[in-house]
């Protein structure tokens, strides 16, 4: 038992130090980026989604399209905490507004979710929209597991996330320290 709350710890504490030094990356004009993202979010337990790395394309410097790709991991913190290394891909779709400021959203998330006693693999496909070029998303999720749900009282089939996307600043000479 003691064994699992230090793993528990530790992956907590390499999330946090992830996300405070998120702020010491500049922006390059390359197409991948590292520590591009950062959500936050609910099922039945409240979710930290930290993004890796990411490779993003925007055809043209359009505002109304993106795609981009993340390797992230997901973190639901509850009473039964658990952590998925997972493929992240989303798209704008086109524009809800004349200014093309907000986008419909399309993506899906596939990873590998563990409680550490038991894994199993998750796919979530989700809509939203997105503002300022994808630098702000929210999205509604649907969680499928290939396990039976109960095995996962941590997890809901609904989740709400609201994502930072730092990487939406691509190649626009951003610095942020």
Same mark, same amino acid.
């Given at each position: ?34 520590? !591009? /993202? @950062? ?12 993004? =890796? &790395?990411? *490779? %993003? ?27 998925? !290394? /997972? @493929? ?12 093309? =400021? &907000?986008? *419909? %959203? ?72």
């Amino acid at each position: 038992m003691k064994n699992r709350k230090e793993i528990k710890s530790f992956l907590l504490a390499m999330m946090f130090v992830t996300c405070g030094s998120q702020l010491c990356f500049g922006q390059s004009s390359s197409g991948f980026q590292f520590l !591009p /993202k @950062l959500g936050l979010g609910m099922s039945r337990n409240f979710l930290v989604d930290v993004g =890796l &790395i990411a *490779f %993003n394309y925007m055809p043209e410097r359009t505002k109304a399209q993106y795609f981009d790709a993340n390797i992230s991991v997901m973190t639901l913190i509850g009473k039964h905490t658990m952590v998925m !290394p /997972k @493929l992240d891909m989303n798209a704008a779709l086109f524009p809800i507004d004349n200014d093309e =400021l &907000i986008t *419909f %959203n399309l993506g899906a998330d596939v990873g590998l979710l563990t409680d550490f006693k038991q894994s199993t693999i998750m796919m979530s496909p989700k809509a939203g929209f997105s503002a300022a070029s994808g630098f702000t998303r929210l999205y509604y999720h649907y969680n499928f597991v290939l396990a039976d749900f109960k095995q996962y009282p941590g997890l809901g089939r609904h989740a709400v996330t609201l994502e930072v996307n730092i990487s939406a600043f691509q190649g626009k000479g951003l610095k942020m320290m």
